[in-house]
């Protein structure tokens, strides 16, 4: 397993003090390089602690993200509307399950990450603890949370952790699809009867302003961004890809017709970009602290589905025992 070769190196306590600083400038220059970091290549500490950080509360968020929509595939309006919907939801399962794997390659296990995750230590995106009262709110949460997803998510395709950035490509080509599906089915209910209208504009009205905190707190309050770019895992800082989703956004809000909930939203010819009103941090740390609208929902929804689970975990350990020779390769050894 990789993980065995991360123990073998050497750790900076052991480590001469000038050895060590000419080891970090190494490992600095093959990132400004543009080289991949692959696991079994020697890294800094932090550099393995912000990764699982990262990878860790993304694989988080596509579970949990999984729970918002669920809510209405039995309610789906036409048998086309549910086989799309429940195909983007297992997709987002299959991204967790990609993001787990990325992040065992720096020494954690799935199990242990997800014992954070239900013991309420974990992080996961702000987004997932808004409710989705609607059927327009499947397609808001498709063209924006989605969308949003796309512009944070292309650049780590190129991030400097191999297995990560690997994971990525697959992930952004779903994402693009979700995108588009949602897009199509607000576009759908925008050109529908006067309801189907303002069913999609007061989707729009209660995910707009989730949808920019997806982004994390302003590049003033980033407690992590610096660091995270000079070692190429984020490309951009969270304010730079806002105003990107900003830009590209508002003009597909006026080509289907719905108004920007926000009386603040101008263009600045001077930047060359839309400038919002003021976004409400004090709502975004509320959800960060637990009190959103569905943290508790999810966590319990989260909790009770791994209770109904251990069922098939054990069953899993159980059938592998029995047939050592059908255990994945990467497993064995
Ligand atoms: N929610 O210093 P920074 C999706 C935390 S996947 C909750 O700026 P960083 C697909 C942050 O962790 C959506 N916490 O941190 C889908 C840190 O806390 P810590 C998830 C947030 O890491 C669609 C603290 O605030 N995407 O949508 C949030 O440099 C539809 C300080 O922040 C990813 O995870 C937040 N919004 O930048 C699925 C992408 N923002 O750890 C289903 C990868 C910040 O010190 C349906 N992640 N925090 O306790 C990233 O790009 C980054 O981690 C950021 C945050 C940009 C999220």
């Known amino acids: 397993m990789y993980t065995q070769a991360l123990d073998a190196q050497p750790g900076a306590a052991g480590a001469d003090d000038a050895e060590q600083q000419a080891r970090l400038a190494r490992f600095q220059e093959r990132i400004d390089r543009d080289e991949k970091i692959e696991p079994t290549d020697w890294m ?12 860790a509360q993304h694989a988080h968020s596509e579970i949990v993200g999984m729970l918002p929509e669920g809510n209405w595939i039995t309610r789906a309006p036409s048998l086309r509307r549910k086989v799309v919907l429940i195909a983007k939801v297992q997709d987002e399962g299959g991204h967790g399950l990609y993001l787990y794997s990325a992040a065992e390659t720096l020494g954690v296990t799935r199990a242990a990450l997800i014992e954070q995750l239900l013991a309420g230590q974990a992080r996961y995106s702000s987004i997932f603890n808004y409710p989705t009262l609607t059927w327009a709110d499947i397609g808001a949460i498709g063209w924006l949370v989605d969308g949003a997803a796309i512009m944070n998510q292309i650049p780590l395709c190129r991030c400097s952790y191999g297995p990560y950035a690997r994971a990525m490509v697959r992930i952004c080509k779903e994402e ?12 759908t209910l925008a050109r529908g009867s006067a309801a189907q209208r303002a069913m999609a504009q007061d989707a729009f009205a209660r995910w707009w302003r989730p949808a920019l905190m997806m982004f994390g707190p302003s590049d003033a309050h980033s407690v992590h961004t610096a660091q995270s770019m000079r070692w190429k895992i984020k490309r951009f800082s969270n304010d730079e890809l806002r105003q990107k989703f900003i830009d590209a956004t508002v003009p597909q809000a006026h080509f289907l017709g719905l108004s920007i909930p926000d009386p603040e939203l101008r263009w600045d010819a001077a930047s060359q970009h839309f ?21 508790r929902e999810r966590l319990a929804a989260r909790r009770e589905a791994h209770e109904a689970g251990a069922w098939v975990r054990a069953a899993a350990v159980a059938y592998a025992e029995k047939h050592p020779e059908h255990a994945p390769a990467a497993s064995v050894g």
């Open 275 to 295: 400038q919002t009103g003021p976004i409400d941090w004090g709502e975004f740390e509320a959800v960060l602290r637990g009190d959103g609208p569905c943290n």
């Open 176 to 187: 693009s699809f979700h995108q588009r599906q949602g897009y199509e089915l607000m576009l």
């Open 44 to 55: 800094p500490e932090q550099y393995r602690h912000m990764l699982i950080r990262q990878i």
